[in-house]
């Protein structure tokens, strides 16, 4: 399988080029030239096995080929449960298993396991770069912690993060470096694509990076979908909490390979840039605002490319999508509701699809739908626990990583200082 741009510019190249590369050289995204059809998974397979599977038309030809259930094995150690709510015709995929608590996780995992594997066969020692708004940072520190051949520096801007996010992102020490910024998050995100933009320092310390656009960390967020999908009995219609569009665009690939994966609607938080574009208005991007569901502050998806891509036009895209917005208030009145009618705590982002799939049901639609629950309700303890009027149990793998001690080292958002910080790491 090969890897075109969106923008059709840069040439074509093989999966492991693509996923060392993360951008396209023209700027655009990677995708499949050509989208396999996959036959469908044995239904009892474990979630690695069903990713083996369904990830082996993704690797063919790739040096990566013959390790694809290695990393399966190493990306998929924790489970993907697809779990009934006490709310009839409801189902909870819980991504929330693995050791930061959110779905992003099983994509880091994965990214981490292949970009290891091809600096070791390389010889040569790979920096990780990564600019984080909370998450993201902490699941890719996490997957990376005490891998051989590969380290990360963690970019966040100090005292924008909650105090459980700004632990985690200082608890690993070794290999894995975080430094609080004096700035936004958008001052984090320069930073990083100046360095990885700069061919001397390139030359100097070889670096590569892990946000959301890297296909190491798209591909394998199919896998639970498809997992989940073979347990449901009919199509199975699913509602993504969206931000950056990484987890619902995995969704859709998944039900183009051949999944029984119904309608998908994109449950979003105020940032509307999406629910404005499926409504029919031009597809505009724009500066985030910020909620308390906060992961998915994003005012321009930088998967929107995908998606075009994968359907070919803006009124394609249309015809085989939907959006909705949720607003805080929205978000804070289900969080409640459901706390306390029938003990469902949800975390603000897996609201977003609550509140989705409960409107459907006011519309009369009665069938059944899956909810991606893309994060643990403790990881986000100082929203949750007010509204519901208790406290949340925090699961053990989050529990461990915040009896750590943490620190990260303060830096200004200067460009050149960050520069002389990695050439003396
Ligand atoms: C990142 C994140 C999202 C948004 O996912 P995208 O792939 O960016 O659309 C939703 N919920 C949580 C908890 C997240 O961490």
């Known amino acids: 399988m090969r890897y075109v741009s969106t923008r059709g510019i840069a040439p074509p190249v093989g999966l492991s080029d693509a996923i060392a590369a993360g951008l396209a050289p023209d700027g655009a995204l990677y995708v499949p030239e050509r989208m396999p059809h996959v036959d469908t998974p044995a239904a009892d397979g474990s979630l690695a096995d069903t990713a083996t599977h369904l990830l082996a038309p993704f690797f063919e030809g790739d040096a990566l080929a013959d390790d694809l259930p290695a990393i399966c094995a190493d990306a998929f150690a924790f489970p993907a449960p697809r779990v009934a709510l006490p709310i009839e015709g409801a189902h909870l995929l819980e991504l929330f298993h693995g050791p930061t608590a959110a779905f992003k996780d099983f994509g880091a995992r994965f990214l981490a396991a292949c970009l290891s594997r091809l600096a070791r066969r390389d010889d040569r020692h790979l920096t990780i770069l990564v600019a984080t708004s909370g998450d993201t940072g902490a699941a890719v520190g996490a997957a990376f912690h005490g891998l051989p051949g590969v380290r990360v520096a963690i970019l966040y801007p100090d005292r924008r993060v909650s105090p459980r996010q700004a632990h985690q992102l200082g608890s690993f020490g070794g290999n894995v470096r975080a430094l609080r910024i004096e700035g936004s998050f958008d001052d984090c995100q320069r930073l990083v694509k100046g360095a990885l933009a700069d061919v001397a320092l390139q030359a100097d310390v070889p670096m590569s990076s892990a946000n959301s656009i890297s296909l190491g960390r798209l591909l394998p967020q199919m896998a639970y979908f498809a997992h989940a999908s073979l347990q449901a009995d009919e199509p199975m219609h699913t509602i993504v909490p969206t931000g950056n569009l990484g987890n619902a665009v995995a969704c859709l690939w998944a039900r183009t390979v051949g999944l029984p994966i119904g309608e998908v609607i994109f449950a979003c938080n105020a940032n509307a840039t999406?629910?404005?574009?499926?409504?029919?208005?031009?597809?505009?991007?724009?500066?985030?605002?910020?909620?308390?569901?906060?992961?998915?502050?994003?005012?321009?998806?930088?998967?929107?490319?995908?998606?075009?891509?994968?359907?070919?036009?803006?009124?394609?895209?249309?015809?085989?999508?939907?959006?909705?917005?949720?607003?805080?208030?929205?978000?804070?009145?289900?969080?409640?509701?459901?706390?306390?009618?029938?003990?469902?705590?949800?975390?603000?982002?897996?609201?977003?699809?609550?509140?989705?799939?409960?409107?459907?049901?006011?519309?009369?639609?009665?069938?059944?739908?899956?909810?991606?629950?893309?994060?643990?309700?403790?990881?986000?303890?100082?929203?949750?626990?007010p509204l519901i009027g208790g406290t949340v149990p925090v699961p053990e793998a989050l529990a461990s990583m915040l009896s750590r001690p943490a620190s990260a080292e303060p830096m200004a958002a200067d460009g050149r200082l960050f520069s002389s910080w990695l050439r003396a790491w």
Not at 284 to 312: K, Q
Request: proline share 6%.
């Open 274 to 385: 999406l629910p404005e574009f499926f409504a029919g208005r031009p597809y505009h991007a724009r500066d985030a605002v910020p909620t308390i569901a906060n992961a998915m502050d994003v005012g321009a998806p930088s998967n929107f490319e995908r998606l075009r891509h994968l359907f070919g036009s803006d009124d394609e895209t249309r015809r085989n999508g939907q959006a909705e917005s949720v607003d805080d208030a929205e978000i804070r009145d289900t969080i409640r509701r459901h706390a306390a009618s029938d003990g469902t705590i949800v975390c603000p982002h897996t609201a977003t699809a609550l509140r989705v799939f409960e409107r459907r049901r006011l519309a009369g639609d009665r069938r059944p739908w899956t909810l991606a629950a893309t994060a643990h309700p403790a990881k986000f303890d100082t929203v949750v626990e």
